[in-house]
């Protein structure tokens, strides 16, 4: 049975699922490190849809930059945190635990409702996405009833693929991301002779969009920890984690620098062309009606593969917070495939709801719930750090407590420079929905006291506040 170890203050996390488990997890696939990479590919990025706005906003050159640079500063320092602290905390409720575990479970379930309902939020935006892609060939789907209809279609049936199970979802994963890249790898084959270098050092320092730069550049390279809430699912997380992420910040880097090498180096550059979409037209320009027809069906089948990644993470994390006592316990039942059903259904009627509304400020609060919760992830992780040194890490990020300050400094500030973009209606609605949740915790507590729903800790979970308080 999972428990915790104490000698000479040392603490060692043992595995879930031993010996004396009241929940057999062990007939429930385990998800292994390739499909994994792909998983945390499309929590992250899905591909290179949607970085053109750097080119427009800054030019060529430092666009590059951006995508070669700001990994360094902001992925992987959050892929380093969550490769420590999910090795620590191998179990479904993630960042919720680390956080608990550092500042109270209080603390932890709002970082939970944070990130669930910018979760639900983003993934609103996939099914509408794709058929966007689509419209030009039905245009039909563009509006009315047929646009209602196809939604609802395809929700479900993404819904239905993760009820199946965490492993098909990696696999499918898999195939969706070698489709949605090789494109673009054939793409830099063709554009080979065309390439003209001089044209990656393009630049206008007067004329930057510096809000739009920062922006792009931040969402297309952030959410690493979302993969922390599938840590339970993982076969042998403490190795397979820390790897898994090191293979996915490569891929995602690559997918986004070697096809924005490409377009800008082999096509002639004017910026305000580069907007959402206009990697297709460079796949024409380079190889014509066929390739320009399979880039666009990537992006349409990217969304898909990002639906299906933050859904898994979205449910399984509130399976993890009913696991720890934060939610009633029908979150934490599991169906015969080893998912979390009513995780999925309270997601998936979340996406449903939301699909029907104006996005361009509710993704913008998205962006501050995600920014404040971020804040929390850091805190938590020096917090650890300083008050429990010889606490077991399986991975550890080879820094002392001063570079674990060091480490969040950088990205710290960069959250601020992001939030300090925030309109004054985008900061409204951002509080609103925070105090939604500061609300929700004590209305839970109340209706545990009052016995109307059951609520209960997993016992083969390890009692983190008695251990380390």
């Given amino acids: 049975m999972s428990h915790e170890m104490e000698s000479n203050g040392s603490i060692e996390y043992v595995a879930l699922g031993g010996e004396g488990s ?35 906003a800054a030019g060529p050159l430092l666009a590059l930059i951006g995508f070669l640079v700001f990994p360094f500063i902001w992925s992987v320092p959050e892929a380093l945190i969550t490769a420590e602290m999910g090795t ?31 979760g639900i939020i983003d993934n609103a935006l996939y099914p509408v996405l794709f058929l966007d892609y689509l419209k030009s060939a039905i245009p039909a789907l563009e509006s009315g009833f047929p646009r209602i209809i196809a939604v609802l279609i395809l929700t479900l049936a ?40 001089r044209r990656w050092i393009m630049v206008d320092l007067k004329n930057v969009n510096w809000g739009l730069y920062l922006n792009t550049l931040f969402w297309n390279l952030n959410y690493w920890d979302s ?42 550059v004017n910026p305000e062309l580069w907007s959402d979409g206009y990697f297709s037209e460079v796949a024409r320009l380079i190889g014509g009606v066929w390739l320009r027809i399979w880039v666009q069906a990537a992006s349409a089948l990217s969304n898909m593969g ?4 933050e859904m898994s993470s979205d449910s399984f994390q509130l399976l993890g917070m009913a696991e720890r006592g934060m939610l009633p316990e029908f979150f934490a039942k599991r169906s015969s495939f080893g998912t979390p059903l009513i995780g999925i259904l309270f997601s998936a009627s979340g996406v449903i709801l939301l699909s029907w509304l104006s996005f361009q400020e509710i993704v913008a609060a998205e962006n501050f719930l995600y920014c404040f919760g971020m804040l929390m992830e850091l805190v938590a992780f020096v917090k650890l750090r300083m008050k429990f040194p010889t606490l077991n890490r399986p991975y550890k990020v080879p820094v002392g407590s001063k ?20 309109t004054f209606k985008v900061f409204v609605i951002s509080i609103s929905a925070v105090m939604v949740g500061l609300v929700l915790r004590p209305c839970l507590k109340y209706v545990e006291h009052k016995r109307w729903l059951e609520f209960s800790v997993n016992s083969d979970l390890p009692d983190i506040q008695t251990t380390l308080y």
């Avoid at 429930?28 to 750097?54: A, M």
């Fill in 227 to 268: 993969i922390s809430t599938l840590a339970g699912e993982v076969d042998d997380p403490e190795k397979t984690l820390p790897r898994a992420l090191f293979y996915a910040v490569l891929l995602v880097v690559f997918g986004y620098l070697f096809p924005l090498l490409i377009g800008t180096g082999a096509v002639p």
């Fill in 88 to 118: 620590m905390f191998p179990e479904n409720g993630g960042y919720v635990v680390w956080v608990s575990s550092a500042l109270g479970p209080y603390w932890g379930f709002q970082l939970g409702w944070m990130k669930w309902l910018s």
């Fill in 403 to 422: 570079g674990a300050i060091l480490m969040c400094l950088v990205p710290s500030l960069l959250i601020f420079v992001v939030l300090a973009f925030t």
């Fill in 306 to 309: 990002m639906f299906m990644a």
């Fill in 158 to 197: 993404l819904t239905y693929m993760n009820y199946r199970g965490l492993t098909i979802v990696g696999w499918i994963a898999i195939f969706l991301g070698i489709f949605s890249l090789l494109p673009f790898m054939v793409m830099g084959v063709i554009a080979v002779p065309r390439l003209k270098p």
């Fill in 22 to 56: 009241s929940v057999n997890l062990e007939k429930f696939q385990k998800v292994p490190i390739i499909p994994l990479i792909f998983l945390i590919f499309y929590e992250v990025s899905g591909g290179p849809f949607g970085v053109e706005d750097t080119v427009r």
